[in-house]
Structure formats: C-alpha cells, structure tokens
C-alpha cells in the first residue's frame, strides 16, 4: 500500500496570505488528523476527520480550518498567515488508533 | 483537555547502555499510549504501544510501562545501538480510535559511541 501522501512538500508564502495544504491517508483509512510540528512546542494537534466530519479540534485559533472528502483526502487551509504559523504540517491517517505520518508539508511565512 | 508531559528534553547515554524516558498524562479516562520515534528530517514512526488494561509491554529492546494510579507511563530502551538515536514522543489518547491523540514535547535521545 502506498503511504500518507502530503501536498506540496514546501511553501513559502508571506505574511497576510492563506494556504491549503492536502493530504492523501492510506488506501481504506478513514481517519486523518493534522499536527503542527515545532522545534519547540513539539507536535501540537490541530483537528481530526472522520468520515467527512471534524471529530475533534485542537487549540488553535479559527484561520486554522480543514475539511475531508468522501475519498478520506483532506486538505487544511490557513488564512491571514502570522510570522509564528511557520512550522512543519503533518498529517497522519488512522487505523485502530495507530498514526501513520505523511512526511509534511514545510511551510514559511515571510 | 489531555496535557502530557515527558522527560527529559534531551539524553544521552553511552552506547549499550540503558536509556529510560518518562511521561505523565493529566486526563484519567486516558487508555491508548503510543510512542513514536522522529529519526532526522524523517515522519515519526509508532515504535510500541500500550492500553489501559496492560501495565507492561515488550518488543525486543523496547519496553514500555504503565501505572494508571500515578498516570506515568515511561519507555525503556536497553542494549542501545547508534540507531536509537532520534527523538522520541510519548502521547496519549483518550480512545483508541485515535480520534484525538495528544503528545509529549519530545526527548532527543543521542547514543555515544
């Protein structure tokens, strides 16, 4: 089977822009999650998709947003991009609880 | 909502020598603990878990422990071997559906030669 696929690899955008970001799970896994990867702060979740619906949601504010489709893809947009919202975006799809991680998505806000 | 703490930040240990990392979680119904491991500019990866009705469990060089009265849950890593070296996450979970599983900040584990 062929793993977690993130779209594009890097991006370099500016301050004030939005961005989407997309992600293919494993064939026949019906959950994806995001995190935010930081050198600092760790891996911090943002939200989860299950079957077309937001199942849970991190703390992060509301220009972070995501979706799913009926193909299990899910795509995460952040709007008014921040200096701070620099980071590694992860996503990870699901099966019987055991993440498996796509290799990211390095995105830069200058 | 679930806080997990994990230490130390950082350790290093001679290399077939025994390293332990630890973690404490804050939500009680907490019952699925995975552990990842980060090697450089790769995905984590799971390395074992543990649920609530185990209190431990081996693959090999790894172990990891579980006591629910404390809320601690540590990994254990024996015979260590250059390729340990990575950062590693505890997390957990407060279903095994993974619905929403949170992680610790991380250890960066080097292995001396």
């Known amino acids: 089977k062929a793993g977690v696929t993130q779209t594009p690899r890097y991006l370099i955008k500016t301050r004030g822009q939005q961005v989407t970001l997309s992600c293919s799970p494993i064939s026949g896994h019906r959950s994806v999650s995001w995190y935010q990867q930081t050198p600092g702060q760790g891996l911090q979740f943002l939200f989860e998709y299950f079957s077309e619906t937001q199942r849970n949601k991190g703390n992060f504010p509301g220009r972070f947003s995501g979706r799913q489709f009926s193909n299990s893809r899910s795509e995460m947009n952040v709007s008014t991009l921040e200096l701070g919202d620099s980071a590694l975006y992860l996503c990870a799809s699901s099966l019987e609880g055991k993440l498996f991680f796509g290799s990211g998505t390095q995105l830069s806000v200058l | ?113």
């Open chain 2, 1 to 113: 909502g679930e806080n997990v703490e994990q230490h130390p930040s950082t350790l290093s240990v001679q290399e077939g020598d025994s390293a332990v990392i630890k973690c404490t979680y804050s939500d009680s119904a907490s019952n699925y603990f995975p552990w990842y491991k980060q090697e450089l500019g790769k995905r984590p990866q799971l390395i074992i878990d543990i649920r609530s009705n185990v209190g431990e469990k081996k693959d090999q060089r790894i172990a990891v422990t579980l006591n629910k009265t404390a809320k601690h849950f540590s990994l254990h890593i024996t015979e260590t071997q250059p390729e340990d070296s990575a950062v590693y996450f505890c997390a957990a979970s407060i279903d095994s559906s993974a619905s929403k599983i949170i992680f610790g900040s991380g250890t960066r584990l080097s292995i001396r030669p």
